[in-house]
């Protein structure tokens, strides 16, 4: 073993390795945590129809270096195949379209494997589920041999493996995402201009006595001190001040207004700039931090929500057995046994683990670290109360004290997205609703409905093509009234124009999109969208119904041709 | 209860015998129920595409998305201009690139690969800047895709082609498509120029990101990045380690990196890193691959569809679409409107206020940090030249107005012309408001 020498000054220099330099754009969103996690993923894409949007969605995964990708395909390359799919050449035509895009697509990245199926002819898809290698997720193109989803949603529910359905066809294309039971996220980004909270309204001893350290005396300091006094001090300073001549701190808007007023007449303006920047801040910052924060709606459901006594609606019937065992395991994995530590810290200190980070501010450099130290300690103190109280659990002994720390740090903006556990709606009572607020959207120019672009496309889930009055004719079976919706034939109409085609701008978008939820979904980082079907391996709409219902004007479908008013209407103008 | 769903046997879509342009076709030879009056289906409108001039505008993240796309969807005559060569970095989402291109032109190494690819499509590379070219030069295309990372190279191709309308010339207007992304967020938009809001009109929705003040990086720094700043602007003039300084030289980063530490160990600031250091100073966004993707694809398909009238495009009514993907996924689509006062499209001027107390200097900085300007290197004239950045003759003689009190060289009410030419004819009239008195020609206090 070689000495090493550690000197203090110059200090050491980490210099990035040949994959950070690679990869460096992408670990600025994801870090070296998100970055393992993609490495670790195995990817299979079953492909099927034209065959495009698939190797799109995948190509967006090979560059930023996932582990290993699978491409399941029997189709032979054929004239079509070089008209729309990049990842196809001239030598490509006859053979097997697999095969020639793993062969293109790993071009992309040497840092990823990637296999094709079948290898002989014969070879089946029960064979390459039968095999031992596990899949991190399943995407699958449509349209496709129900029997072929059948295969595919069984061996998902059975190893828990999230699966993404992704149909584009014309100007149209959807895809959807059926995770495998609950599915947290700790680290959700959320924006930079989310608030911290600071605490000023219950603030701790070592917090009160750097704020009297600073004040003391206020009105005699040199312009140098007054003029950065970092405002989070400012602001306990006045705030103490208030208390003692109202009693309580100020509560009301009015009282905070007049507060306001109050911390901006303590700036001196008797100088060539006519005030003091650091009074700006403590002024702009009055009303965010005088108001007890409440608990965020996404972290109040967790809080509500306990795995192990998870209500079992009609879904249990199919292996009861297997879902309670399941639940289980989900009451035992680290995220609920952490968010139930938080949560009993919460009841008995009536706020959220300190986060520990405090906002730039106008300050003396050491002052200012000062600060900084003591919202630190102060989060280290909430974290290893929370610690303490996972120790107690059963199954919390083993839990990483790092793992509580990210935990605690991101309390406020914890997410869960949820199974459902309610029947599947009737698609008469989507559709009727659906369009019963489409009424009222056109009053209001809110989006329409993507609806009928769902139905529409969907209605072609299992063959090659089909006419307006053939996808009509099959939506009617549910929608009694379809033929007589216009929107409903126009969107028919165009579904049926493309005659199961799809137009490589289309599928290059949808590919984007697709991908970007993989990632979410395989680094557990950022929120993928709500779409959440357990269990369903029967195409069941409710899911997607929610999404639209729920999230008006958020796009999960593109109606990439139709950006006029009849789709993606505005909801802004600027 | 499940969806109605027919089912047939094995699933392929019908094509016509070895056409390759079969799915393409589907939707340039048949109107959809939303095709409009202009839609023309016969052999010679969809021959039309093949001499239709397309210029794509950077070959970088969008730019080889662009490309591809804009091959696959029916254009056949494609030009592209980028002055970069490949780095490894890019090669996490430029997918046209491989290790052993580190080096080489991006246009060239681009075209070529898009050319070998897709059978009949010609791609011409331009490996230079886009101020390079002339009007000529520009004259000759339909349509021009940009995937650019520059503000300025955005608003210099925008005043451009706003000039090269002329009325009485119908081939002059240039549909103008736009991408930017950053993470997973990302927008794109259409200009007509002369008739829609131009890049120029939109220029406020981008603001700059706030300086930090340099009293605060000299004296006292509190974050990473003000050590950094401080490596960047302060000790590096002072010290001045190579001639000059290049960002993508790690020796020249590694340098500034070793003294931000040094800065930040001495102020017991945490979190000075190569990789913090890299991102300030060349001032990084995040890319990946799926954005651009989202956002290429989108600009390609406006494209299309202005080109062929298969569907209505965006342009005329909603130009902007809007795209975020962090928290689940939300877009949105809207019409931003031209302004009457666009120092590029319009002809009013706009009202300025001005501080009568600020040095000409002191007003030719603030104009940097303006969201609606962003002029770098502006100069300016009132009734006469008050200062002008080149050429070196005309700045000399100019440079004694910069010390000079605003209140001393403009009235009140007073119009102003401010002008850039790196950004190309971009033309600012302001109208002088003073937002308080003028104090008289004292010598400038000094300040912080
Ligand atoms: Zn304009």
Known sequence: MTDIIIDQTPPILHNPSDKEKKYDRQLRLWAASGQQALEDAHILLLNSGSGAVGIETLKNLVLPGIGKFTIADEAIVDEADLGVNFFLEESSLGKLRSECCTKLLQELNPDVKGDWFPHEQGETLEHLFGSEQRFTLIMYTLPIEPKKVDLIHKHASKHKIPVISIHSAGFYSYFRIRLPGNFPIVETHPDSTATTDLRLLTPWPELLQFTESLTENIENQSALEHGHIPYVALLLHYLGKWKDIHGSLPATYKEKTAFRDTVAAGARRDNPEGGEENFDEAVAAVLKTTSLPTLPSSVKEVFDYSPSDVRIGTQITREPMLMDYQNQMEASSSFWIIAGAVKQFYTKHGALPLAGSVPDMKAQSTVYVKLQNIYKAKARQDAAEVLKIVRTHPSGKDIPEAEVETFCKNAAFIKVIRGTDTAPLNIQDIANKEFDSDENAALASMPLSLFPIYISLNATSHVAFASSSDILTAISKSIPNAASNSRLVQAAEEVARAKGGELHNISALTGGMAAQEVIKIITKQYIPIDNTCVFDELLDLEAVMRRILEMKGRESYIGGGVAGPDILRSTASA | ?448
């Open chain 2, 1 to 448: 209860m499940s969806q109605p769903v027919m089912v047939s046997g094995p699933i392929s879509p019908p094509k016509s015998k070895n056409s390759r342009w079969t799915y393409l076709d589907n939707v340039r030879r048949h109107p959809g129920p939303f095709t409009g009056e202009t839609f023309n289906s016969s052999e010679e409108a969809v021959s039309l595409m093949d001499n239709l001039k397309v210029l794509v505008i950077g070959a970088g993240g969008l730019g080889c998305e662009i490309l591809k796309n804009l091959a696959l969807s029916g254009f056949k005559q494609i030009h592209v201009i980028d002055m970069d060569t490949i780095d490894v970095s890019n090669l996490n989402r430029q997918f046209l690139f491989r290790a052993s291109d580190v080096g080489s032109s991006k246009a060239e190494v681009a075209a070529r690969f898009v050319e070998k690819r897709v059978r009949g499509v010609s791609i011409t590379p331009h490996n230079c800047k886009i101020q390079d070219k002339d009007d000529d030069f520009y004259m000759q295309f339909n349509i021009i895709v940009c995937g650019l990372d520059s503000v300025e190279a955005r608003r210099w191709i925008n005043s451009t082609l706003v000039n090269l309308v002329d009325d009485e010339n119908e081939d002059s207007l240039k549909p103008l498509i736009d991408g930017g992304t950053e993470g997973f967020k990302g927008q794109s938009r259409v200009v007509f120029p002369t008739i829609t809001s131009c890049i120029e009109c939109q220029l406020d929705m981008h603001a700059p990101r706030a300086a930090v003040p340099l009293c605060t990086l000299a004296t006292i720094p509190r974050q990473p990045e003000h050590c950094v700043e401080w490596a960047h602007i302060i000790a590096w003039e002072q010290e001045n380690p190579f001639p000059t300084l290049d960002n993508d030289d790690p020796e020249h980063i590694t340098w500034l990196y070793k003294k931000a530490l040094a800065r930040a160990q001495e102020f017991n600031i945490q979190g000075v890193t190569y990789s913090l250091t890299q991102g300030v100073v060349k001032n990084i966004i995040p890319a990946i691959a799926s954005t651009n993707a989202i956002i290429a694809a989108s600009c390609c398909n406006e494209a299309f569809k202005i080109a062929t009238q298969t569907n209505p495009s965006l342009g005329m009514a909603e130009n902007y679409m809007y795209y975020t993907g962090n928290d689940g996924i939300y877009s949105y689509t809207f019409e931003h409107l031209k302004k009457d006062d666009c120092p590029v499209c319009g002809n009013l001027a706009r009202d300025i206020e001005v501080d009568p107390n600020f040095t000409l200097q002191e007003f030719i900085d603030s104009l940097a940090e303006r969201a609606e300007a962003q002029l770098k290197k502006p100069s300016i004239r009132a009734d006469r030249t008050l200062y002008m950045q080149s050429p070196p003759s005309l700045e000399e003689q100019t440079r004694p107005n910069l010390v000079k009190k605003m209140g001393e060289l403009v009235g009140n009410g007073d119009e102003i012309g401010v002008t850039d030419p790196s950004l190309g004819a971009v033309n600012f009239k302001y109208k002088v408001k003073f937002s308080r008195e003028f104090r008289g020609a004292v010598v400038k206090e000094n300040i912080d």
